[in-house]
């Protein structure tokens, strides 16, 4: 069994506000849809295959925002911000985790970190590369190759990655789609203490109903809609 959310934290505040999200290609693939998510909570967003949740999500991380519709972070206005701005807090602020996971396979894992650092401005010491490897449950591996790890260690890498440089919110797409439930349990876990805790912003998209249980706010994709149906 999955663990469920815990109930016992502090008021949460919004951190970041979409209006009017408008998504096309060759049809209509959102229209007209607004979606908030919290500082300290966990926020799905669920659909079939194919229904947007991927489109979203890279607009709403920055991959693919084009200033097309009203969007706040963290108290900033999007709309204000120039590409090149727009692309310094995805560096430094935000991480986008996909179900394939991208590593630098010629580089140990403390070799992965310490780069991932280094792109975000920041220096990572070993007490602190440590520390994170030790939150994702891959204390003792630093210096093991990508190629090595366990799809489900490739995931917890994944968030270590974001960890080390800084990241305030996680954009997570159906990385726990490949795994068994022993090690979705582990990737849960893990996303539930970075939001209970140390009040990361978390967005994870799944497929997964089973996934519903434990997170805080959901939202659903269908017919070219995004609903709010779990809060």
């Known amino acids: 069994m999955l663990i469920g959310a815990c109930k016992n934290r502090i008021e949460v505040t919004i951190m970041l506000k979409a209006r009017h999200i408008e998504i096309s290609y ?80 010629n580089m140990r894992i403390d070799g ?55 990241a305030g919110i996680l954009f997570l797409d159906e990385i726990t789609s490949a795994l068994d439930e022993v090690n979705t349990q582990k990737i849960i876990e893990i996303l539930q203490h970075l939001a209970y805790e140390d009040r990361k912003l978390i967005v994870l998209a799944t497929h997964d109903d089973s996934l519903i249980d434990v997170l805080d706010d959901v939202y659903e994709i269908q017919d070219e809609k995004l609903m709010k149906i779990k809060e």
Not at 154 to 163: D, F, G, P, S, T
């Open 26 to 105: 060759y049809q209509p693939v959102l229209l007209d849809a607004c979606f908030e998510a919290h500082h300290g909570k966990l926020t799905g967003l669920i659909g079939e295959s194919g229904s947007g949740k991927s489109s979203l999500l890279n607009r709403l991380s920055l991959y693919s925002y084009d200033h097309d519709f009203d969007y706040e972070i963290d108290g900033l206005n999007m709309k204000e911000l120039s590409k090149h701005d727009c692309l310094q807090l995805l560096k430094s602020k935000i991480a986008y985790l996909r179900q394939e996971c991208t590593f630098m396979d």
């Open 112 to 166: 992965n970190l310490r780069m991932e650092a280094k792109i975000a401005g920041k220096t990572l010491s070993d007490e602190r590369l440590h520390q994170v490897l030790k939150e994702v449950e891959l204390d003792g591996k630093k210096d093991l190759y990508p190629a090595a790890l366990s799809g489900g260690e490739k995931q917890r890498l994944a968030i270590a990655l974001a960890l080390v440089k800084g």
